[in-house]
């Protein structure tokens, strides 16, 4: 396979129906995005052994022979594509379905008959998490690894930009950094929006759906009111684990709510960042009071 092959915005699309396939292409195709297509799982595999390479992987759930959860399965266990955000297709709506899915690594779900505009939001989220992945892990290769060397200290950020480029840094600090660094990022950034710049869960619904979220973001950032806030983070480490304290200055939310995969939810055009934290990042996570202040540990064996 060619560089090319591992374009930006290339999606593998990995289901028996050719009429979907071809539905989702069309789609797809003229909003830039590059297709292939697997018709099977065993297919889909051949394609990673060779070395083919994308952005986000569309997975339909039932297939006869290898199904979709055994298709991830054998994914994850890959390490050139395990970390590629698989958007699953299905017409299942079982809470145990659903809940499978995530466990093993698939944060975006698609309801069929597919919603083509809910589609074009779901492939972009994923395609942008992949990119944020990319971001933060170059920012590990070019931070200090003298961070794993403290045992204790805090630090705070207002922006974005500094939530990302903080998160490479602290992730540094684990034993397991590239998986650290995405589910860390996912928190601070909800502490900043969701805390710190008052954006709803709501409100981040209606702005993905108008592309406009991360314009909002940086406009709220710059805001008076919002100049003397900053999410403090505490890093402090013990021989048998590393504890991450996050705090933002917002009311909370009702955090209980998004700890587990519920079908209210999950075929939403956002929301994955805490399940993913805590599924693929941290052996473990609490949240204090109202929810503006998160502990997450990483267990050291």
Not at 243 to 253: E, L, S, T, V
Request: net charge neutral; hydrophobic share 40%.
């Amino acid at each position: 396979m060619t560089d090319a092959s591992a374009g930006s915005k290339t999606v593998l699309i990995i289901d028996d129906d050719r009429i979907n396939s071809l539905i989702l292409r069309r789609v797809l195709e003229p909003e830039g995005y590059s297709i292939i297509v697997a018709n099977d799982g065993e297919t889909a595999l051949d394609l990673f052994a060779q070395g083919q390479r994308c952005a986000a992987v569309i997975l339909d759930r039932r297939m006869p022979g290898m199904d979709g959860i055994e298709v991830l399965q054998h994914m994850k266990k890959i390490p050139t594509v395990c970390e590629i955000p698989v958007v699953m297709a299905t017409d299942m709506n079982s809470s145990y379905e659903i809940w499978e899915g995530v466990k093993n690594g698939a944060f975006y779900y698609l309801s069929k008959p597919l919603d083509m505009g809910l589609l074009l939001q779901i492939v972009a989220a994923a395609v942008g998490e992949g990119a944020t992945r990319k971001r933060l892990w170059t920012q590990l290769e070019s931070t200090c690894s003298a961070i794993g060397l403290i045992d204790r200290g805090l630090f705070r950020y207002q922006t974005m930009q500094q939530c990302e480029h903080l998160a490479g840094l602290l992730a540094n600090s684990c034993p397991n950094p590239k998986r650290v660094s995405i589910g860390l990022y996912e928190l601070m950034l909800n502490a900043l929006e969701h805390g710190n710049l008052g954006i709803t869960y709501n409100d981040k619904t209606a702005l993905v759906d108008s592309k406009t979220w991360e314009m909002e973001v940086r406009r709220r950032e710059v805001l008076p009111e919002n100049q003397g806030k900053f999410v403090a983070v505490t890093l402090a480490r013990t021989p048998r684990k590393i504890r991450f304290r996050i705090q933002d200055r917002g009311d909370g939310f009702p955090w209980k709510n998004y700890l587990e995969a519920t079908q209210d939810r999950v075929f939403d055009n956002h929301g994955r960042g805490i399940l993913l934290a805590k599924w693929e990042a941290f052996d473990r996570i609490t949240y204090q009071g109202n929810g503006n202040c998160v502990v997450a540990e990483v267990l050291i064996q």
